[in-house]
Protein backbone atom coordinates (compact mmCIF):
# COMPACT_ATOMS: atom_id res chain seq x y z
CA UNK A 1 0.00 0.00 0.00
CA UNK A 2 3.04 2.10 1.02
CA UNK A 3 5.12 1.19 -2.06
CA UNK A 4 1.26 2.36 -4.41
CA UNK A 5 1.08 5.91 -3.08
CA UNK A 6 4.49 6.73 -3.14
CA UNK A 7 4.23 5.10 -7.24
CA UNK A 8 1.50 7.66 -7.36
CA UNK A 9 3.60 10.53 -5.36
CA UNK A 10 6.30 10.11 -7.70
CA UNK A 11 4.01 9.69 -10.99
CA UNK A 12 2.15 12.78 -9.98
CA UNK A 13 5.72 14.93 -9.88
CA UNK A 14 6.66 13.51 -13.09
CA UNK A 15 3.89 14.12 -14.56
CA UNK A 16 3.37 17.95 -13.53
CA UNK A 17 7.65 18.03 -14.41
CA UNK A 18 7.02 17.25 -17.81
CA UNK A 19 4.06 19.81 -18.29
CA UNK A 20 6.26 22.59 -16.46
CA UNK A 21 8.84 21.70 -19.26
CA UNK A 22 6.23 21.93 -22.12
CA UNK A 23 5.43 25.48 -20.75
CA UNK A 24 8.75 26.57 -20.47
CA UNK A 25 9.66 25.27 -24.10
CA UNK A 26 6.41 26.89 -25.69
CA UNK A 27 7.14 30.65 -24.06
CA UNK A 28 4.36 31.48 -25.82
CA UNK A 29 3.01 34.00 -23.42
CA UNK A 30 4.38 36.01 -20.21
CA UNK A 31 2.24 34.42 -17.89
CA UNK A 32 3.63 30.95 -19.20
CA UNK A 33 6.58 31.60 -16.72
CA UNK A 34 4.05 31.86 -13.55
CA UNK A 35 2.13 28.91 -14.46
CA UNK A 36 5.31 27.25 -15.21
CA UNK A 37 6.74 28.20 -12.06
CA UNK A 38 3.51 26.77 -10.21
CA UNK A 39 3.98 23.48 -11.69
CA UNK A 40 7.35 23.09 -10.78
CA UNK A 41 6.07 23.44 -7.17
CA UNK A 42 3.61 21.07 -7.51
CA UNK A 43 6.08 18.45 -9.29
CA UNK A 44 8.65 19.12 -6.30
CA UNK A 45 5.84 18.77 -3.60
CA UNK A 46 4.79 15.22 -5.27
CA UNK A 47 8.26 14.13 -5.66
CA UNK A 48 9.41 15.12 -2.13
CA UNK A 49 6.13 13.39 -0.77
CA UNK A 50 7.13 10.27 -2.38
CA UNK A 51 10.53 10.20 -1.27
CA UNK A 52 8.74 10.80 2.36
CA UNK A 53 6.48 7.89 1.79
CA UNK A 54 9.00 5.96 0.90
CA UNK A 55 11.57 6.12 3.47
CA UNK A 56 11.37 4.21 7.01
CA UNK A 57 13.53 6.44 8.84
CA UNK A 58 12.20 9.20 10.85
CA UNK A 59 14.80 11.68 10.98
CA UNK A 60 15.03 11.13 6.82
CA UNK A 61 11.50 11.39 6.37
CA UNK A 62 10.98 14.32 8.59
CA UNK A 63 13.91 15.71 6.15
CA UNK A 64 11.95 14.79 2.89
CA UNK A 65 8.77 16.38 4.16
CA UNK A 66 10.37 19.82 5.37
CA UNK A 67 12.02 19.91 1.65
CA UNK A 68 8.55 19.29 0.19
CA UNK A 69 7.35 22.72 1.57
CA UNK A 70 9.51 23.90 -0.78
CA UNK A 71 6.35 23.60 -3.00
CA UNK A 72 3.80 23.77 -0.50
CA UNK A 73 4.61 27.62 0.42
CA UNK A 74 5.08 28.44 -3.61
CA UNK A 75 2.39 27.46 -5.05
CA UNK A 76 0.05 30.28 -3.62
CA UNK A 77 1.85 33.13 -5.16
CA UNK A 78 2.64 31.51 -8.11
CA UNK A 79 -1.00 31.16 -8.58
CA UNK A 80 -2.17 34.54 -7.32
CA UNK A 81 0.28 35.91 -10.27
CA UNK A 82 -0.82 33.78 -12.83
CA UNK A 83 -4.16 35.15 -12.35
CA UNK A 84 -3.07 38.42 -12.41
CA UNK A 85 -1.42 38.16 -15.78
CA UNK A 86 -4.25 35.91 -17.27
CA UNK A 87 -6.96 38.26 -16.60
CA UNK A 88 -4.87 41.28 -17.96
CA UNK A 89 -3.47 42.98 -14.89
CA UNK A 90 0.13 42.45 -15.46
CA UNK A 91 1.12 45.70 -14.62
CA UNK A 92 0.12 44.98 -11.03
CA UNK A 93 3.00 42.58 -10.94
CA UNK A 94 6.26 44.26 -10.22
CA UNK A 95 9.24 43.76 -8.01
CA UNK A 96 7.84 44.98 -5.14
CA UNK A 97 5.09 42.68 -4.82
CA UNK A 98 7.26 39.73 -5.75
CA UNK A 99 9.27 40.19 -3.25
CA UNK A 100 6.39 40.84 -0.66
CA UNK A 101 4.83 37.58 -2.05
CA UNK A 102 8.44 36.06 -1.51
CA UNK A 103 8.89 36.69 2.08
CA UNK A 104 6.23 34.27 4.08
CA UNK A 105 7.63 31.17 1.50
CA UNK A 106 11.50 32.31 2.84
CA UNK A 107 10.43 32.68 6.61
CA UNK A 108 8.42 29.51 6.52
CA UNK A 109 11.73 27.43 5.02
CA UNK A 110 13.90 29.48 7.83
CA UNK A 111 11.60 28.18 10.53
CA UNK A 112 12.06 24.65 9.41
CA UNK A 113 15.55 24.90 9.05
CA UNK A 114 16.08 25.95 12.57
CA UNK A 115 16.17 23.43 15.04
CA UNK A 116 14.46 25.52 17.54
CA UNK A 117 11.85 26.37 15.65
CA UNK A 118 11.07 23.67 13.18
CA UNK A 119 8.58 21.48 15.57
CA UNK A 120 6.30 25.02 14.96
CA UNK A 121 5.61 23.69 11.98
CA UNK A 122 5.60 20.02 11.86
CA UNK A 123 7.11 16.95 13.43
CA UNK A 124 6.16 13.52 13.76
CA UNK A 125 5.53 12.10 17.12
CA UNK A 126 7.09 9.27 19.25
CA UNK A 127 4.90 6.87 17.67
CA UNK A 128 5.54 7.55 14.52
CA UNK A 129 8.11 4.48 14.17
CA UNK A 130 5.70 1.64 14.86
CA UNK A 131 2.98 3.15 12.19
CA UNK A 132 3.32 2.22 8.21
CA UNK A 133 1.40 6.29 7.81
CA UNK A 134 1.97 8.28 10.74
CA UNK A 135 -0.17 11.06 11.12
CA UNK A 136 2.73 14.46 11.06
CA UNK A 137 2.03 16.74 14.13
CA UNK A 138 1.10 20.41 13.41
CA UNK A 139 2.67 23.34 15.87
CA UNK A 140 1.04 26.92 15.75
CA UNK A 141 3.26 28.02 12.42
CA UNK A 142 2.05 24.99 10.45
CA UNK A 143 -1.63 27.00 10.92
CA UNK A 144 -0.11 30.31 9.92
CA UNK A 145 1.09 28.96 7.01
CA UNK A 146 -2.32 27.13 6.14
CA UNK A 147 -4.09 30.41 6.38
CA UNK A 148 -1.53 32.28 4.34
CA UNK A 149 -1.86 29.96 1.35
CA UNK A 150 -5.49 29.44 1.74
CA UNK A 151 -6.26 33.44 1.95
CA UNK A 152 -3.83 33.80 -1.72
CA UNK A 153 -5.53 31.11 -2.99
CA UNK A 154 -9.14 32.45 -2.53
CA UNK A 155 -8.33 35.50 -3.00
CA UNK A 156 -6.80 34.35 -6.57
CA UNK A 157 -9.81 31.98 -7.53
CA UNK A 158 -12.11 34.54 -6.91
CA UNK A 159 -10.62 37.11 -8.95
CA UNK A 160 -10.63 35.18 -11.69
CA UNK A 161 -13.66 34.08 -11.68
CA UNK A 162 -15.35 37.08 -11.08
CA UNK A 163 -13.50 38.52 -14.43
CA UNK A 164 -14.23 35.68 -15.84
CA UNK A 165 -18.50 36.01 -15.05
CA UNK A 166 -18.39 39.26 -15.99
CA UNK A 167 -17.49 38.55 -19.56
CA UNK A 168 -19.56 36.38 -21.88
CA UNK A 169 -21.19 32.95 -21.20
CA UNK A 170 -18.11 31.23 -22.99
CA UNK A 171 -15.67 32.12 -20.22
CA UNK A 172 -18.38 31.28 -17.97
CA UNK A 173 -17.67 27.70 -18.78
CA UNK A 174 -14.53 27.83 -18.80
CA UNK A 175 -14.93 29.32 -15.11
CA UNK A 176 -16.56 26.53 -13.99
CA UNK A 177 -14.95 24.29 -15.54
CA UNK A 178 -11.68 25.82 -14.17
CA UNK A 179 -13.44 25.93 -10.60
CA UNK A 180 -14.47 22.36 -10.42
CA UNK A 181 -10.90 21.60 -11.46
CA UNK A 182 -8.92 23.34 -8.55
CA UNK A 183 -11.46 22.25 -6.45
CA UNK A 184 -10.07 18.56 -6.36
CA UNK A 185 -6.70 19.31 -4.82
CA UNK A 186 -7.80 22.23 -2.66
CA UNK A 187 -10.40 19.72 -0.78
CA UNK A 188 -7.73 17.32 -0.90
CA UNK A 189 -5.24 19.47 0.81
CA UNK A 190 -8.17 20.77 3.68
CA UNK A 191 -8.92 17.51 4.54
CA UNK A 192 -5.40 16.34 4.89
CA UNK A 193 -4.49 18.84 7.14
CA UNK A 194 -7.96 18.96 9.23
CA UNK A 195 -7.07 15.14 9.43
CA UNK A 196 -10.70 13.38 8.18
CA UNK A 197 -10.60 10.02 8.13
CA UNK A 198 -8.39 8.06 5.90
CA UNK A 199 -6.61 11.66 4.47
CA UNK A 200 -5.37 12.35 7.80
CA UNK A 201 -2.35 9.59 6.79
CA UNK A 202 -2.44 10.89 3.19
CA UNK A 203 -1.97 14.12 0.92
CA UNK A 204 -3.14 13.98 -2.58
CA UNK A 205 -3.25 17.21 -3.56
CA UNK A 206 -0.19 16.97 -5.92
CA UNK A 207 -2.10 13.28 -7.67
CA UNK A 208 -5.30 15.90 -7.64
CA UNK A 209 -3.28 19.02 -9.35
CA UNK A 210 -2.62 16.62 -12.13
CA UNK A 211 -6.19 17.34 -13.59
CA UNK A 212 -5.89 21.34 -12.84
CA UNK A 213 -2.17 21.52 -14.02
CA UNK A 214 -3.52 19.62 -17.61
CA UNK A 215 -6.91 21.78 -17.92
CA UNK A 216 -4.67 24.78 -17.63
CA UNK A 217 -1.81 24.05 -19.44
CA UNK A 218 -4.54 22.70 -22.54
CA UNK A 219 -6.91 25.92 -21.89
CA UNK A 220 -3.54 28.06 -21.93
CA UNK A 221 -1.98 26.85 -25.23
CA UNK A 222 -4.52 24.86 -27.09
CA UNK A 223 -7.60 27.27 -26.30
CA UNK A 224 -9.83 24.70 -26.50
CA UNK A 225 -11.84 25.36 -23.39
CA UNK A 226 -12.68 29.35 -24.79
CA UNK A 227 -13.61 28.09 -28.56
CA UNK A 228 -13.96 31.86 -30.30
CA UNK A 229 -13.19 30.96 -33.59
CA UNK A 230 -16.80 30.10 -34.60
CA UNK A 231 -17.82 33.33 -33.28
CA UNK A 232 -15.65 35.09 -35.68
CA UNK A 233 -15.94 32.91 -38.42
CA UNK A 234 -18.53 34.34 -40.28
CA UNK A 235 -15.72 37.33 -40.35
CA UNK A 236 -12.47 35.21 -41.60
CA UNK A 237 -12.29 34.33 -45.51
CA UNK A 238 -9.35 31.90 -45.07
CA UNK A 239 -8.53 32.95 -48.75
CA UNK A 240 -8.15 37.38 -47.44
CA UNK A 241 -5.03 38.87 -48.34
CA UNK A 242 -5.65 40.65 -44.97
CA UNK A 243 -4.17 39.12 -42.00
CA UNK A 244 -6.82 38.63 -39.08
CA UNK A 245 -5.55 37.84 -35.54
CA UNK A 246 -8.65 37.09 -33.22
CA UNK A 247 -8.20 37.70 -29.80
CA UNK A 248 -9.86 36.57 -26.79
CA UNK A 249 -10.91 39.35 -24.22
CA UNK A 250 -7.47 39.58 -22.66
CA UNK A 251 -5.92 40.43 -25.96
CA UNK A 252 -4.36 36.31 -26.45
CA UNK A 253 -4.41 34.82 -29.86
CA UNK A 254 -6.96 32.22 -30.13
CA UNK A 255 -6.99 32.07 -34.52
CA UNK A 256 -5.60 33.53 -37.38
CA UNK A 257 -6.11 33.05 -40.99
CA UNK A 258 -2.93 31.97 -43.16
CA UNK A 259 -2.25 35.67 -44.14
CA UNK A 260 -1.58 36.26 -40.64
CA UNK A 261 0.68 33.37 -40.36
CA UNK A 262 2.53 34.55 -43.39
CA UNK A 263 3.08 38.18 -41.72
CA UNK A 264 4.09 36.84 -38.51
CA UNK A 265 6.75 33.81 -40.00
CA UNK A 266 5.40 31.72 -37.14
CA UNK A 267 3.12 28.34 -37.47
CA UNK A 268 -0.12 28.92 -35.80
CA UNK A 269 1.15 26.55 -33.12
CA UNK A 270 3.64 29.58 -32.17
CA UNK A 271 0.90 32.47 -32.25
CA UNK A 272 -1.43 31.26 -30.33
CA UNK A 273 -1.89 31.70 -26.91
CA UNK A 274 0.13 34.90 -27.31
CA UNK A 275 -0.51 38.32 -26.62
CA UNK A 276 -0.73 40.48 -30.40
CA UNK A 277 1.24 43.16 -28.63
CA UNK A 278 3.73 40.97 -27.15
CA UNK A 279 4.62 39.74 -30.85
CA UNK A 280 4.55 43.14 -32.31
CA UNK A 281 7.10 44.54 -29.08
CA UNK A 282 9.22 41.22 -29.54
CA UNK A 283 9.38 41.45 -33.18
CA UNK A 284 12.22 44.47 -32.29
CA UNK A 285 11.43 45.81 -35.81
CA UNK A 286 7.93 47.09 -35.37
CA UNK A 287 6.22 50.87 -34.60
CA UNK A 288 3.07 52.45 -35.32
CA UNK A 289 3.08 55.62 -36.83
CA UNK A 290 0.56 58.40 -38.13
CA UNK A 291 0.08 55.62 -41.22
CA UNK A 292 -0.37 52.70 -39.05
CA UNK A 293 1.09 49.60 -38.00
CA UNK A 294 4.91 49.69 -39.89
CA UNK A 295 6.97 46.55 -39.82
CA UNK A 296 10.35 46.15 -41.19
CA UNK A 297 14.21 47.30 -40.26
CA UNK A 298 14.07 51.29 -40.39
CA UNK A 299 17.74 51.20 -41.87
CA UNK A 300 16.09 48.89 -44.93
CA UNK A 301 13.88 50.01 -47.86
CA UNK A 302 11.21 47.01 -47.30
CA UNK A 303 9.40 48.70 -44.49
CA UNK A 304 5.32 47.38 -44.74
CA UNK A 305 2.70 49.46 -43.61
CA UNK A 306 -0.36 47.98 -42.45
CA UNK A 307 -4.08 49.91 -41.74
CA UNK A 308 -4.87 48.57 -38.33
CA UNK A 309 -8.68 47.48 -37.88
CA UNK A 310 -10.07 46.14 -35.12
CA UNK A 311 -13.54 44.87 -34.42
CA UNK A 312 -15.15 43.97 -30.76
CA UNK A 313 -16.77 40.07 -31.07
CA UNK A 314 -19.78 39.39 -29.33
CA UNK A 315 -21.59 36.35 -28.35
CA UNK A 316 -25.11 36.11 -28.68
CA UNK A 317 -25.92 37.65 -25.46
CA UNK A 318 -24.53 40.87 -26.33
CA UNK A 319 -21.30 40.57 -24.51
CA UNK A 320 -17.52 41.26 -25.55
CA UNK A 321 -16.07 37.68 -25.64
CA UNK A 322 -12.78 38.92 -27.90
CA UNK A 323 -11.87 40.99 -30.42
CA UNK A 324 -10.95 40.94 -34.35
CA UNK A 325 -7.71 42.98 -35.70
CA UNK A 326 -7.21 42.78 -39.33
CA UNK A 327 -3.95 44.28 -40.91
CA UNK A 328 -4.72 45.93 -44.60
CA UNK A 329 -1.54 46.49 -46.07
CA UNK A 330 -1.09 50.15 -47.44
CA UNK A 331 2.49 49.86 -47.99
CA UNK A 332 1.95 51.33 -51.63
CA UNK A 333 -0.48 53.42 -50.47
CA UNK A 334 1.51 55.20 -48.14
CA UNK A 335 4.56 55.37 -50.49
CA UNK A 336 2.75 57.03 -53.09
CA UNK A 337 1.43 59.94 -50.42
CA UNK A 338 5.28 60.13 -49.43
CA UNK A 339 6.16 60.30 -52.98
CA UNK A 340 3.12 63.32 -53.91
CA UNK A 341 4.55 65.29 -50.62
CA UNK A 342 7.95 64.57 -51.72
CA UNK A 343 6.46 66.66 -55.07
CA UNK A 344 4.67 69.12 -53.18
CA UNK A 345 7.48 69.85 -51.08
CA UNK A 346 9.97 70.40 -54.09
CA UNK A 347 7.42 72.31 -55.54
CA UNK A 348 7.02 74.49 -52.89
CA UNK A 349 11.17 74.69 -52.61
CA UNK A 350 11.36 75.80 -55.79
CA UNK A 351 8.32 78.12 -55.82
CA UNK A 352 9.95 80.05 -52.59
CA UNK A 353 13.37 80.31 -54.60
CA UNK A 354 12.02 81.70 -57.41
CA UNK A 355 9.70 83.95 -55.62
CA UNK A 356 13.10 85.14 -53.55
CA UNK A 357 14.42 85.76 -56.86
CA UNK A 358 11.48 88.27 -57.31
CA UNK A 359 12.78 90.94 -54.88
CA UNK A 360 16.02 92.08 -53.75
CA UNK A 361 17.36 90.53 -50.35
CA UNK A 362 17.48 94.07 -48.61
CA UNK A 363 17.13 97.47 -50.62
CA UNK A 364 20.01 99.84 -50.84
CA UNK A 365 20.79 102.77 -48.74
CA UNK A 366 19.08 105.26 -50.70
CA UNK A 367 21.03 109.15 -49.44
CA UNK A 368 18.41 111.54 -47.65
CA UNK A 369 15.32 108.40 -48.26
CA UNK A 370 14.03 105.21 -46.17
CA UNK A 371 13.22 101.98 -48.33
CA UNK A 372 11.29 99.79 -47.07
CA UNK A 373 9.30 96.61 -48.87
CA UNK A 374 6.59 93.80 -48.86
CA UNK A 375 6.18 90.72 -50.57
CA UNK A 376 3.51 88.01 -49.91
CA UNK A 377 2.48 85.42 -52.26
CA UNK A 378 -0.96 84.49 -52.64
CA UNK A 379 -2.83 81.37 -50.70
CA UNK A 380 0.16 79.42 -48.66
CA UNK A 381 2.67 80.24 -51.41
CA UNK A 382 2.80 77.44 -52.43
CA UNK A 383 2.08 78.25 -55.52
CA UNK A 384 4.63 80.42 -57.63
CA UNK A 385 3.41 84.23 -58.27
CA UNK A 386 4.07 86.80 -61.22
CA UNK A 387 4.70 90.02 -58.21
CA UNK A 388 8.05 91.45 -58.62
CA UNK A 389 10.39 94.29 -57.62
CA UNK A 390 13.66 95.75 -57.75
CA UNK A 391 16.01 98.75 -56.67
CA UNK A 392 19.01 99.17 -58.09
CA UNK A 393 21.93 102.13 -59.03
CA UNK A 394 21.94 103.42 -62.62
CA UNK A 395 24.57 105.81 -61.80
CA UNK A 396 26.34 107.67 -58.75
CA UNK A 397 23.34 110.10 -58.36
CA UNK A 398 20.14 107.60 -59.75
CA UNK A 399 18.29 104.95 -58.64
CA UNK A 400 16.21 102.71 -60.80
CA UNK A 401 13.22 101.20 -59.39
CA UNK A 402 10.53 98.85 -60.67
CA UNK A 403 7.16 97.34 -58.93
CA UNK A 404 5.30 94.96 -61.56
CA UNK A 405 2.96 92.03 -62.28
CA UNK A 406 2.67 89.37 -64.61
CA UNK A 407 -0.99 88.00 -65.46
CA UNK A 408 -1.28 84.82 -64.31
CA UNK A 409 0.39 82.06 -62.32
CA UNK A 410 2.61 79.25 -62.64
CA UNK A 411 6.02 78.78 -64.11
CA UNK A 412 5.59 80.39 -66.96
CA UNK A 413 4.33 83.66 -65.35
CA UNK A 414 7.16 83.01 -62.94
CA UNK A 415 9.68 83.00 -66.19
CA UNK A 416 8.41 86.66 -67.66
CA UNK A 417 8.74 88.09 -64.24
CA UNK A 418 12.35 87.35 -64.63
CA UNK A 419 12.70 88.04 -68.30
CA UNK A 420 11.16 91.59 -67.41
CA UNK A 421 13.08 92.54 -63.99
CA UNK A 422 16.79 91.38 -65.49
CA UNK A 423 15.93 92.68 -68.86
CA UNK A 424 14.89 96.39 -67.52
CA UNK A 425 18.13 96.12 -65.53
CA UNK A 426 20.30 95.70 -68.76
CA UNK A 427 18.70 98.42 -70.37
CA UNK A 428 17.72 100.85 -68.34
CA UNK A 429 20.23 103.99 -67.76
CA UNK A 430 20.52 107.02 -66.13
CA UNK A 431 20.26 109.16 -69.32
CA UNK A 432 17.08 107.23 -70.67
CA UNK A 433 14.21 108.06 -69.65
CA UNK A 434 11.61 105.33 -67.85
CA UNK A 435 9.02 105.59 -70.07
CA UNK A 436 12.02 104.95 -73.31
CA UNK A 437 13.35 101.85 -71.68
CA UNK A 438 9.74 100.66 -70.81
CA UNK A 439 9.52 100.39 -75.14
CA UNK A 440 12.33 99.15 -75.51
CA UNK A 441 11.56 96.05 -72.41
CA UNK A 442 8.26 95.48 -74.21
CA UNK A 443 9.75 94.98 -77.30
CA UNK A 444 12.36 92.29 -75.79
CA UNK A 445 9.42 91.05 -74.08
CA UNK A 446 7.38 90.55 -77.35
CA UNK A 447 10.68 88.58 -78.98
CA UNK A 448 11.30 86.45 -75.93
CA UNK A 449 7.97 85.62 -74.50
CA UNK A 450 5.34 82.77 -76.83
CA UNK A 451 2.44 82.96 -73.88
CA UNK A 452 -0.27 85.44 -74.12
CA UNK A 453 0.72 87.22 -70.67
CA UNK A 454 1.39 90.81 -70.12
CA UNK A 455 2.77 92.63 -67.52
CA UNK A 456 1.87 95.66 -65.94
CA UNK A 457 4.51 97.86 -63.69
CA UNK A 458 6.12 101.17 -62.84
CA UNK A 459 9.48 101.96 -63.47
CA UNK A 460 11.11 105.08 -62.60
CA UNK A 461 14.25 106.91 -61.53
CA UNK A 462 15.08 108.33 -58.25
CA UNK A 463 16.93 111.31 -57.43
CA UNK A 464 18.24 112.16 -53.81
CA UNK A 465 19.05 115.85 -52.95
CA UNK A 466 22.56 116.81 -52.19
CA UNK A 467 24.02 115.66 -49.60
CA UNK A 468 24.76 119.28 -48.09
CA UNK A 469 20.91 120.44 -48.48
CA UNK A 470 19.03 118.70 -46.51
CA UNK A 471 15.71 120.50 -46.82
CA UNK A 472 15.88 119.61 -50.63
CA UNK A 473 13.33 117.79 -52.22
CA UNK A 474 13.71 113.83 -53.84
CA UNK A 475 12.94 113.89 -57.53
CA UNK A 476 11.51 111.07 -59.15
CA UNK A 477 10.75 110.42 -62.72
CA UNK A 478 8.27 107.39 -63.48
CA UNK A 479 6.17 104.88 -66.12
CA UNK A 480 3.21 103.62 -65.83
CA UNK A 481 2.85 100.53 -68.08
CA UNK A 482 -0.74 99.84 -67.10
CA UNK A 483 0.29 99.69 -63.53
CA UNK A 484 -2.26 101.44 -60.89
CA UNK A 485 -1.30 104.75 -59.72
CA UNK A 486 1.19 105.35 -56.83
CA UNK A 487 -0.09 107.00 -54.02
CA UNK A 488 2.13 110.46 -52.15
CA UNK A 489 1.45 111.20 -49.08
CA UNK A 490 2.26 114.92 -48.33
CA UNK A 491 3.34 116.88 -45.37
CA UNK A 492 -0.72 118.34 -45.32
CA UNK A 493 -1.93 114.92 -44.89
CA UNK A 494 -3.08 114.96 -48.33
CA UNK A 495 -2.65 111.67 -50.46
CA UNK A 496 -2.42 111.91 -54.43
CA UNK A 497 -2.29 109.47 -57.46
CA UNK A 498 1.21 110.17 -59.17
CA UNK A 499 1.49 109.40 -62.97
CA UNK A 500 0.01 109.19 -66.28
CA UNK A 501 -1.51 106.01 -66.48
CA UNK A 502 0.01 104.12 -69.71
CA UNK A 503 -0.05 100.75 -71.81
CA UNK A 504 0.69 97.38 -70.15
CA UNK A 505 3.79 95.65 -71.80
CA UNK A 506 4.01 92.36 -73.96
CA UNK A 507 0.37 93.62 -75.88
CA UNK A 508 0.97 95.47 -78.76
CA UNK A 509 4.50 97.05 -80.72
CA UNK A 510 4.02 100.20 -79.85
CA UNK A 511 2.41 101.34 -76.50
CA UNK A 512 1.66 104.02 -74.99
CA UNK A 513 3.84 104.94 -72.13
CA UNK A 514 4.74 108.55 -70.69
CA UNK A 515 6.61 109.69 -67.87
CA UNK A 516 5.54 111.88 -65.04
CA UNK A 517 7.67 113.59 -62.53
CA UNK A 518 6.94 113.52 -58.44
CA UNK A 519 8.84 115.79 -56.17
CA UNK A 520 8.88 114.82 -52.45
CA UNK A 521 9.52 117.13 -49.81
CA UNK A 522 11.07 116.23 -46.52
CA UNK A 523 8.48 113.98 -44.78
CA UNK A 524 6.57 113.07 -47.74
CA UNK A 525 5.96 109.61 -48.64
CA UNK A 526 5.60 107.28 -51.94
CA UNK A 527 3.31 104.25 -51.91
CA UNK A 528 3.58 101.68 -55.05
CA UNK A 529 1.85 98.68 -54.83
CA UNK A 530 0.73 95.44 -57.16
CA UNK A 531 -3.33 94.99 -57.32
CA UNK A 532 -2.98 92.12 -54.77
CA UNK A 533 -3.25 95.05 -52.03
CA UNK A 534 -6.12 96.34 -53.77
CA UNK A 535 -8.55 93.52 -54.64
CA UNK A 536 -7.66 92.21 -51.29
CA UNK A 537 -11.63 91.16 -50.07
CA UNK A 538 -14.12 90.62 -47.39
CA UNK A 539 -16.80 89.37 -48.65
CA UNK A 540 -17.50 91.51 -52.16
CA UNK A 541 -15.71 94.33 -50.37
CA UNK A 542 -12.28 95.25 -51.53
CA UNK A 543 -9.88 96.72 -49.73
CA UNK A 544 -9.11 99.46 -51.83
CA UNK A 545 -7.00 102.32 -52.93
CA UNK A 546 -8.98 104.65 -50.38
CA UNK A 547 -8.53 102.58 -47.13
CA UNK A 548 -4.81 102.58 -48.69
CA UNK A 549 -4.85 106.28 -48.46
CA UNK A 550 -6.67 105.97 -44.35
CA UNK A 551 -3.94 104.37 -43.67
CA UNK A 552 -1.02 106.73 -44.83
CA UNK A 553 -2.83 109.28 -43.38
CA UNK A 554 -3.55 107.55 -39.95
CA UNK A 555 0.28 106.33 -39.86
CA UNK A 556 2.55 109.15 -41.30
CA UNK A 557 4.73 109.60 -38.62
CA UNK A 558 5.50 106.18 -39.10
CA UNK A 559 9.17 105.55 -40.86
CA UNK A 560 8.89 103.48 -43.65
CA UNK A 561 9.44 100.11 -42.31
CA UNK A 562 6.58 100.73 -39.42
CA UNK A 563 3.91 102.09 -42.45
CA UNK A 564 4.91 98.74 -44.85
CA UNK A 565 4.10 95.99 -41.97
CA UNK A 566 0.63 98.25 -40.75
CA UNK A 567 -0.40 98.37 -43.99
CA UNK A 568 0.02 95.00 -44.77
CA UNK A 569 -1.44 93.81 -41.10
CA UNK A 570 -4.31 95.94 -42.15
CA UNK A 571 -4.81 93.88 -45.09
CA UNK A 572 -4.42 90.70 -43.46
CA UNK A 573 -6.84 91.57 -40.69
CA UNK A 574 -9.24 92.73 -43.97
CA UNK A 575 -9.01 89.57 -46.11
CA UNK A 576 -7.25 87.04 -43.92
CA UNK A 577 -3.84 85.43 -43.63
CA UNK A 578 -4.09 83.54 -46.97
CA UNK A 579 -4.83 86.85 -49.41
CA UNK A 580 -6.32 85.79 -52.80
CA UNK A 581 -2.95 87.56 -55.27
CA UNK A 582 0.18 88.15 -54.73
CA UNK A 583 1.01 91.41 -53.06
CA UNK A 584 4.20 93.54 -53.68
CA UNK A 585 4.38 96.79 -52.35
CA UNK A 586 7.77 99.53 -52.08
CA UNK A 587 7.85 102.50 -50.02
CA UNK A 588 9.85 105.53 -50.40
CA UNK A 589 10.08 108.22 -47.83
CA UNK A 590 11.87 111.43 -47.85
CA UNK A 591 13.73 111.82 -44.57
Same mark, same amino acid.
Given at each position: ????????????????????????????????????????????????????????????????????????????????????????????????????????????????????????????????????????????????????????????????????????????????????????????????????????????????????????????????????????????????????????????????????????????????????????????????????????????????????????????????????????????????????????????????????????????????????????????????????????????????????????? /? +? *??? @????? !???? =?? $???? #?? %???????????????????????????????????????????????????????????????????????????????????????????????????????????????? /? +? *??? @????? !???? =?? $???? #?? %??????????????????????????
Amino acid at each position: MLTLLASLMAGAGLVLAALAAYVAWRRGTRMGWSLAVMLVAVAWWGTAYAVELSVSEIPVKSMWGDLKYAGVVTLAPAWLVFVLQYTGRGQLITRRLVALLAVPPVAAMVVLAVPATHDLVRFYPDTAGTEELPIVGTGPAFWVIFGYNNLLLVAATALFLASMVRLARTYRRMAMVLLASALLPWAANILHNLEVGWFARIDLTPFAFIVTGGLLVWGLFEERLVDLAPLARSAVVESMADAVFVLDAFGRIVDVNPAAVALADRSRVELVGRRLLDLVELSGIAEVGPSGLVLGDPASDDRRTFDVSQQPLMDVSGRTAGELVVLREVTDRVRDQQHLQDVLDDRSRVAATLQASMVPARLPAVLGCELASRYVPAGDGGEIGGDFLDVFALDEETWGFVLGDVSGK /G +A *EAA @AVSAA !TRYT =LR $ALAA #AD %ASPAVTLREVNTALLAQTESERHCTLVHGHLRPPPAGDPGASVHITLSLAGHHWPLRLTTSGAVDEVGTLGTALALFDDPELHDAEVELAPGEVLVMFTDGLLEARRGRDEF /G +A *ERV @ADMLR !THRD =LS $AEEL #AG %AVLEAVRAFHGDELGDDLAMLVVKRL
